[in-house]
């Protein structure tokens, strides 16, 4: 295997950009119009709760969870563009592991409306669901995926950091 990355031992200026390595500038991007879109969803929702007096206990419930996944998407988003040092992909594990709980709770709600509520457009969301929690079950996979492969690699650096001098090359 002559094109294997992890048999050549690892230069200087690939252990300078591992150890620096940062989200690069469209992940930051990203992550930014995350923030944004989630914070605009989290106050609208509020405010419509706020501002709404006469809304059912079921709107009331679901317009709650909307706004907790929000905020919860809001401290993420914050949290990776705010963290200084090499996350290792860890930020897409936890934003995979966040979307396959959510996409979870609302499949879980949806398959409780349409047993409450018989009506076709919630079997609908309930298929829906289901198939948002296989897209997020997938990305999650392959996030831990990289963060193994990820983990190995640097397993590989710090072994050829540990080999005397001489038989580095």
Not at 26 to 39: D, N
Not at 153 to 162: G, K, P, S, T, Y
């Given at each position: 295997m002559s094109g294997s990355r992890s048999s050549a031992p690892p230069s200087a200026a690939e252990l300078q950009r591992l150890a620096t390595n940062q989200l690069s500038s469209?992940?930051?991007?990203?992550?930014?119009?995350?923030?944004?879109?989630?914070?605009t969803v989290v106050v609208v929702t509020a405010s419509l709760v706020l501002t709404e007096v006469a809304l059912a206990p079921r709107a009331l419930a679901a317009f709650g969870a909307v706004i907790v996944m929000g905020a919860c998407w809001v401290a993420y988003a914050v949290w990776a563009l705010t963290t200084r040092r090499l996350m290792l992909p860890t930020h897409r594990v936890v934003a995979a592991r966040m979307a396959l709980t959510f996409s979870a709770v609302f499949s879980v709600a949806s398959a409780l409306v349409a047993i409450l509520v018989p009506a076709v457009t919630a079997w609908w969301a309930v298929a829906f669901g289901g198939v948002m929690c296989l897209v997020a079950w997938g990305v999650l996979q392959r996030a831990r995926a990289t963060v193994d492969r990820l983990r190995a690699?640097?397993?590989?650096?710090?072994?050829?950091?540990?080999a005397p001098s001489g038989s580095r090359g």
């Open positions: 469209a992940a930051r991007a990203g992550h930014l119009a995350l923030l944004l879109a989630a914070l690699r640097r397993h590989e650096i710090e072994l050829a950091l540990q």
